[in-house]
């Protein structure tokens, strides 16, 4: 069968990027005093960022994982699962480069912050993770629906366990993606159980796509499980525990940000899929397809990446709000710019890269000789 494309996905991709871009402008360079949580409009903007993170990696997992069921169909799947492994490979390395100090470097100064995990690397991981999955589920579509499902709900509902987790006696390369007290924005727990839920979506939309009441069907299911997540499960969670005398679920309860956030993204999907039709501008489209050349000059700009040269270091945190949001926006459109007219594909930023890794791995035989 013949599957039709999902534009609400490239629209959803856009959106997640674009809200990052923002948020992360506005985080790095706001004054602190105007950081008022009692206030309306930061509380509000504050939400509203904390589900960015969320809503990337569970469309992620979605549309990978779509796209790797269906190169199953089309008999191509050996090669999509090589693909996958070493984009996330790439990402893992581009996500590492981003934060190496060339400069510094170069004058003999070493240190193991560029070792700190981000989202590049974490997604990465997942991508891998998720053939893994789909291998040991011998690549049967209802047993890794099942089985990602069930992933994602055992690392959410288990998160206290290793809340505090500070991965001693691992070494840094490694421990760094489990904990982070050495600088890590982002982990594979929980953040894996996203891309699950996201792998698991994408289940549902190869399953079912061309059932002409699905596109009712699901997005009646984001609304109806998103709202439950988000006003009743923490209530589930506490009858569970009067019932099973399992603490587990009361601490899940008390600090029920996973499934909450994952009630915010279900309802995003359901709005961005009930509007699908709406949003098929070529600009739209384009922005979602070219998120990791946005990522990369986003980081460039803002945090000067291996030049150690950024935003963050000229203007500070110093901005009022109207310059906060007024800079924002405009960074938004630079960014969008420069990845779109400039950085035609995302294989110029993979080759960028490689090319990087290249001289660094001259020059450091050059030192060593």
């Known amino acids: 069968m013949e599957l039709k494309r999902l534009y609400f996905i490239d629209a959803i991709r856009a959106f997640a990027i674009l809200m990052m871009l923002q948020g ?3 985080d790095t360079l706001l004054a602190i005093e105007h950081r008022d949580i009692n206030n309306l409009a930061f509380k509000t903007w504050t939400y509203f960022r904390g589900i960015t993170a969320p809503v990337f990696f569970t469309i992620s997992g979605l549309i990978f994982t779509y796209l790797l069921i269906k190169a199953k169909e089309k ?5 999509r699962m090589k693909k996958g492994i070493i984009r996330g490979l790439m990402l893992i390395g581009i996500g590492y480069a981003l934060r190496i100090p060339i400069f510094r470097w170069l004058t003999g100064s070493f240190g193991t912050y560029f070792m700190v995990i981000d989202v590049l690397q974490i997604i990465g991981l997942s991508l891998i993770l998720i053939v893994c999955v789909y291998t040991i589920c011998q690549k049967k579509t209802l047993l890794f629906s099942v089985t990602v499902f069930c992933l994602g709900t055992i690392i959410f509902l288990n998160e206290p366990l290793y809340r ?3 991965a001693e006696g691992i070494p840094l390369l490694f421990a760094n993606y489990f904990t982070k007290v050495n600088g890590s924005v982002f982990t594979i727990l929980p953040w894996f159980g996203y891309m699950a839920y996201g792998a698991f979506i994408a289940t549902l939309f190869y399953g079912y796509l061309l059932h002409p009441r699905f596109k009712t069907a699901i ?5 109806t499980v998103g709202l439950a997540l988000i006003y009743g499960f923490s209530s589930l969670l506490h009858w569970l525990t009067t019932i099973t005398n399992i603490t587990l679920f009361f601490e899940v309860a008390n600090y029920n940000y996973l499934f909450i956030r994952l009630g915010n993204v279900l309802i995003l999907f359901g709005v961005f899929y009930a509007l699908e039709s709406y949003l098929k501008h070529p600009v739209i489209l384009k922005i979602g397809q070219k998120t ?3 990522y990369v000059v986003h980081f460039v700009l803002l945090y000067g990446s291996f030049t150690g040269m950024g935003l963050n270091r000229i203007l500070g945190k110093n901005l009022t709000p ?8 405009s960074f938004l459109v630079v960014v969008s710019l420069i990845s779109i007219y400039i950085i035609k594909a995302n294989t110029q930023v993979y080759g960028f890269f490689r090319q990087k890794a290249y001289i660094l791995k001259t020059l450091i035989k050059s030192l060593n000789n």
């Open 24 to 26: 992360h402008f506005i």
């Open 75 to 79: 008999g191509t799947l050996h090669y």
């Open 164 to 166: 505090t987790f500070g």
């Open 219 to 223: 997005v009646t299911g984001f609304f």
């Open 292 to 294: 990791l050349s946005i």
């Open 322 to 329: 109207l310059e906060a949001i007024i800079g924002a926006l």
